[in-house]
């Protein structure tokens, strides 16, 4: 859809920033993790329902995974251009 559709103009090093405190965010909720149940707690998702918690942490790591592959794919190809 639209509104998930990639709008540019955002430097590399930028995005790079954004994965990281991401990531950071997500390390510093894992205490959370193991002292509550992640199968208990839900939340909605615009495009798939009802998530768990620890569902929204798979959906996450993939999401995030997904784009960290788009950057390396975009830097070996701007490196090959370069050669």
Known sequence: PEVVQPKGGRAISESVAILKE???RLNNMKPLFEETNG???SFPHPAFGKLTAID???LIGGHENRHTSQIERI???RNA???
């Open 22 to 24: 991401n990531r950071d």
């Open 39 to 41: 199968t208990v707690l």
């Open 56 to 58: 929204w942490l798979v």
């Open 75 to 77: 830097l070996s190809a």
């Open 81 to 83: 251009a370069k050669a």
